[in-house]
């Protein structure tokens, strides 16, 4: 059953003639009394099921639709509402069944925040419509419709004091001339014909896109033109700027190179370093080229502590590769070990390494020492890694065959052997072909050291006695 109007005199929803919407009274004390104190009964007391009908409302204070923005249309989309609403400030104040002393034609006092924020949006308004009305009176100020016009404007505009203007019946023209070793030569030129299409060169070459836009191009705006001038002058000077950092990078890096050859051999490295650093100053970023060895200190500092390798290339102290970078770069490498066991692979590194090497380096110490790792699958540079070399169980030690030269400083890994359980036969095979592979690749292995592990040393035993007992394991 619909609720009935508790307004005196006021049929709404008493029988069906009188279909009408109704409200309920507003939760807000302050507008309650209001309602309480509008309606012509004394001492009125409500109830939770008191209802006030639309009758008593002005049009304006009852909405009747919705409307929402629609983003991918740009339209707003209007619907009605199925039970109309008040708005918030809304208060009866029309009562025809009572006297018409009752009622009131004029709305209520306005709420000071609704005051204010229609003053504020009104304020608005006006300085919207003015800054629209400025913007007009300066764009008509700065436009122009023929060549004539063009010329008689731009008179009364400064331009940069670097430009040259030459003015005749054909074109306007902006020059801009550099002086290079006591000569006046023409760099930068901008010139708009009799059909105002602007066309920009660059030592007699037209330019077809900047940034402000494509050329050829019609202007009808001095603005745009003053835009053009402008980021041709940024150009300039970031050109000139250019080629005199190149002038003297280039010195600096001649003097390193004079440098390099009269420091120490173990000091040259620090000279390449600094020489790579200043190469790369003059580079943007995507043609950015980088050493072996900065590429190597980059990978185990990334690996080591990414947060400080983060930190480290963010200070601007040294150039170093972006992360993904060193990510392309190692999953382009085999980073399997098990790929070394294959015949093409084996030692495939020292092989290139040797090609540097001089002669006081091929003299070397073998050393196999056995290392305890995590046992652990991971997936890199296309390859699952983390299994021992002879079956598929996971590996949880490797022996790793380094060599030493005897008469420098140069040391490096050959080989690494994954491996879960190894028997002496096995270990010994590795080693006599790790041996043989150095020897042919220009090393001379003069010696073999290990610890005193059982395994190992049967394995040594094997290169006097190939036909000892090999039963012995070790997982």
């Not at 550099?178 to 070459?205: A, C, H, K, P, W």
């Amino acid at each position: 059953m619909p609720y009935t109007c508790c307004v005196p005199c006021c049929r709404g929803n008493y029988d069906a003639e009188h279909k009408v919407a109704v409200f309920s009274f507003p939760k807000d004390e302050n507008l309650k009394r209001l309602w309480i104190r509008s309606i012509p009964r004394k001492d009125y007391s409500y109830t939770s099921s008191s209802r006030v009908c639309e009758k008593h409302f002005s049009i304006d204070e009852i909405q009747r639709f919705t409307s929402a923005y629609d983003e991918k249309t740009g339209k707003i989309v209007t619907a009605p509402l199925k039970f109309p609403r008040l708005k918030p400030d809304a208060v009866p104040t029309i009562f025809p069944g009572c006297p018409k002393y009752m009622s009131s034609t004029t709305h209520h006092r306005e709420a000071p925040t609704s005051k204010k924020k229609r003053f504020e949006e009104e304020q608005v308004s006006k300085a919207i419509e003015l800054s629209k009305s400025s913007l007009k009176n300066y764009n008509d100020e700065r436009s122009f419709q023929t060549f004539s016009e063009l010329c008689l404007l731009y008179k009364k505009f400064k331009f940069n004091s670097c430009w040259t203007i030459v003015s005749n019946n054909d074109s306007l023209s902006f020059i801009l001339l550099r002086r290079y070793e006591g000569i006046m030569t023409l760099d930068y030129s901008i010139e708009i014909d009799q059909e105002l299409n602007m066309n920009v060169f660059y030592r007699g070459v037209a330019l077809s896109k900047l940034r402000s836009g494509r050329f050829p191009q019609k202007v009808e705006n001095i603005n745009f033109i003053i835009d053009v001038l402008d980021e041709v002058e940024n150009l300039f000077k970031n050109r000139c700027s250019s080629v005199n950092r190149s002038y003297l990078i280039n010195l600096i890096i001649d003097s390193l190179i004079k440098l390099r050859n009269n420091v120490d051999e173990g000091k040259k490295c620090v000279v390449d370093f600094v020489k790579e650093q200043i190469g790369l100053i003059n580079c943007q970023p995507e043609n950015y080229r980088y050493g072996t060895e900065i590429l190597i200190f980059s990978t185990m500092l990334h690996l080591v502590s990414p947060q400080g390798y983060k930190f480290l290339r963010e200070s601007g102290n040294i150039i170093l590769p972006h992360p993904v970078t060193l990510k392309k770069i190692n999953s382009s490498l085999k980073l399997n070990p098990m790929n070394e066991l294959d015949d093409t692979s084996f030692l495939s590194y020292l092989r290139r390494k040797n090609n540097i090497l001089g002669e006081q380096d091929r003299n070397v110490i073998l050393m196999i020492d056995e290392v305890h790792i995590k046992q652990n699958l991971d997936y890199k540079g296309g390859n699952i890694v983390g299994m021992d070399h002879e079956n598929v169980d996971l590996a949880n030690s490797a022996f790793v065959f380094m060599i030493k030269s005897i008469a420098s400083k140069f040391k490096d890994v050959a080989h690494i052997l994954p491996v879960k359980k190894i028997t002496a036969d096995v270990l010994h095979s590795i080693t006599r072909r790790t041996i043989v592979s150095l020897e042919m690749i220009g090393f001379r292995v003069l010696m073999v050291v290990t610890d005193n592990n059982s395994i190992n040393r049967k394995a040594m035993r094997m290169f006097n006695n190939p036909l000892a007992d090999t039963g012995s394991t070790r997982t």
